[in-house]
Nanobody, 121 residues
Framework: QVQLVESGGGLVQPGGSLTLSCAASGRTFSNYAMGWFRQAPGKEREFVAV????????TYADSVKGHFTISRDNAKNTVYLRMYSLQPEDTAVYYCAAGGYATTSNLYYYWGQGTQVTVSS
């Protein structure tokens, strides 16, 4: 089992920045690719970004490419999502997940409880 706990969400004005963290405990963190997904009200959960076990490989959704950055620190068992130039359409609950290097949620084995990000003036 891997337990994942997200933090860092909150209210931010349009154009602002936030950094989300996801701390892992349990089985070896570095064995898993780590992904971020988000779910806006009334919408399906969507892929945001994924990072490989070593941190070398990353993939982003087109909607966030260039203004979100995913990274990981295997020594701290933590994955980060740095978000810049946030817009109201980025408002969602953000989830981290551990599993395979994939853009689809069905290939992830473990999920956090989510953290709310609200972009509003």
């Amino acid at each position: 089992q891997v337990q994942l706990v997200e933090s860092g969400g909150g209210l931010v004005q349009p154009g602002g920045s936030l950094t989300l963290s996801c701390a892992a405990s349990g089985r070896t963190f570095s064995n898993y690719a780590m992904g971020w997904f988000r779910q806006a009200p009334g919408k399906e959960r969507e892929f945001v970004a994924v990072i490989s076990t070593s941190g070398v490989g990353t993939t982003y959704a087109d909607s966030v490419k260039g203004h979100f950055t995913i990274s990981r620190d295997n020594a701290k068992n933590t994955v980060y999502l740095r978000m810049y130039s946030l817009q109201p359409e980025d408002t969602a609950v953000y989830y981290c997940a551990a599993g395979g290097y994939a853009t689809t949620s069905n290939l992830y084995y473990y999920w956090g409880q989510g953290t709310q990000v609200t972009v509003s003036s």
